[in-house]
Structures are given as structure tokens and as C-alpha cells.
């Protein structure tokens, strides 16, 4: 079993920066590949960034690729996502994710979720 803890959402002004952590325990994720999503008041939960097990690898939503950067420290158990440049439609919670299959934008193929943490943009 992986627990998933998220951390680091406010509220932030229109073109300010935020960076959530994700820490996990219960288990090594060396070999996982992690993940971010976020899901609007009233929609669907999305896909925002993952990346591969090492690090080498990442992939992003259209909508967020240049402002956002996600990474990960394996020796901490940790993924993070700095976004910059934010604007009001990134209002959202955001989970942090798991998965052993890959960086896939569909989240019933993630394994284990966390509890989300809040991020508001005000214009």
C-alpha cells in the first residue's frame, strides 16, 4: 500500500508561483512513475504532468507545458510540481498520483491517490 500526502496549495495572485510536494510512504517508488491532476469545481479530473521512475522522462497537459515543471527526489520519496505563471482557469485541487504502468492521462489507470491540496488563482 502507497500513502500519498500532497502539500504547498494556496491562494496565489494571477501570475504568481506556487511548488506542491507529494511525499510518500509505505513503499519504495523508484520503479513508479508519478503524477499530477487536477480537477475544477464542476469537471472532470485531468491530467497535468508525470514523469518516469528516474527522472529522465516527464510529460505534460498542453494547457500547462512552459509555466509548470514537475521533478521528483527518490532519495526523499518525493514528487513536486513548480508552477509559474499562473492564471485563474488553474484553480483547482490537485492529486498527486501513482502508477506502475506509465505516464498515462487517464486517471483510473493511476494506482493510488492522495487527498488533494487546494490551489486558487485569483485574478
Known amino acids: 500500500q502507497v500513502q500519498l500526502v500532497e502539500a504547498g496549495g494556496s491562494v496565489v495572485q494571477a501570475g504568481g508561483s506556487l511548488r506542491l510536494s507529494c511525499a510518500a510512504s509505505?513503499?519504495?517508488?523508484?520503479?513508479?512513475?508519478m503524477g499530477w491532476f487536477r480537477q475544477g469545481l464542476g469537471k472532470e479530473r485531468e491530467f497535468v504532468a508525470g514523469?518516469?521512475?528516474?527522472?529522465?522522462?516527464?510529460r505534460y497537459a498542453d494547457s500547462v507545458k512552459g509555466r509548470f515543471a514537475i521533478s521528483r527526489d527518490n532519495t526523499k520519496n518525493t514528487v513536486y510540481l513548480q508552477m509559474n505563471s499562473l492564471k485563474p482557469e488553474d484553480t483547482a485541487i490537485y492529486y498527486c498520483?501513482?502508477?506502475?504502468?506509465?505516464?498515462?492521462?487517464?486517471?483510473?489507470?493511476?494506482?493510488?491517490w492522495g487527498q488533494g491540496t487546494q490551489v486558487t488563482v485569483s485574478s
Open positions: 509505505g513503499r519504495s517508488l523508484t520503479t513508479y512513475f
Open positions: 514523469i518516469n521512475y528516474s527522472g529522465s522522462g516527464t
Open positions: 498520483t501513482v502508477s506502475g504502468v506509465g505516464l498515462l492521462t487517464t486517471p483510473n489507470l493511476w494506482n493510488y
